[in-house]
């Protein structure tokens, strides 16, 4: 579904899901982007010999995101690192989705990841008198992400 023109789409309003399994409570997502190396084709002009540049695109690179939530009971995403920290990477590699929904939950826009398993799970700061919400932080590596439908 199209947004309205001059709308835009709202931060808030996303969702996960990983092997065909909502993962639900993300509070926050950060990093996902789309990247490739760039090179540059360095050459002389024929007619004048003036120096030129050209850059080209090269490899996609792989990148990483990062899925901020309240720390629950869950034991998913430990056992997630787990299998990744033994080496079980057939069951720590995983495909899923970051899909942003429009004002009526419709989906917008959905960016597909490849291969995602954990790096790193950081559990928020535990501080004496502080009354904010407890988080747990996973890091994903993953091979490629690619918007749906592009």
């Given amino acids: 579904m199209a947004l309205p023109e001059n709308d835009s789409s709202v931060g808030h309003s996303f969702g996960l899901e990983f092997d065909g399994i909502q993962i639900t409570h993300i509070t926050e997502c950060t990093g996902l982007k789309m990247e490739q190396d760039v090179i ?12 030129l540049i050209k850059k080209l695109p090269g490899r996609w690179k792989a990148g990483e995101v990062t899925l901020t939530r309240p720390l629950t009971d869950s034991n998913s995403f430990e056992k997630w ?9 057939t069951d720590a ?27 790193s799970l950081e559990l928020g700061t535990l501080k004496a008198g502080d009354t904010s919400v407890l988080t747990e932080k996973l890091v994903l590596t993953y091979e490629q992400c690619e918007p749906e439908g592009a």
């Fill in 40 to 51: 540059e084709y360095k050459s002389n002009t024929a007619s004048d010999g003036k120096y």
């Fill in 81 to 89: 690192v787990k299998d990744a920290q033994i080496g079980k990477m």
């Fill in 93 to 119: 590699r995983k495909g899923g989705a970051i899909i942003v929904y429009d004002y009526e939950g419709n989906p917008l826009k959905r960016y597909t990841i490849t291969n995602a398993w954990p790096k």
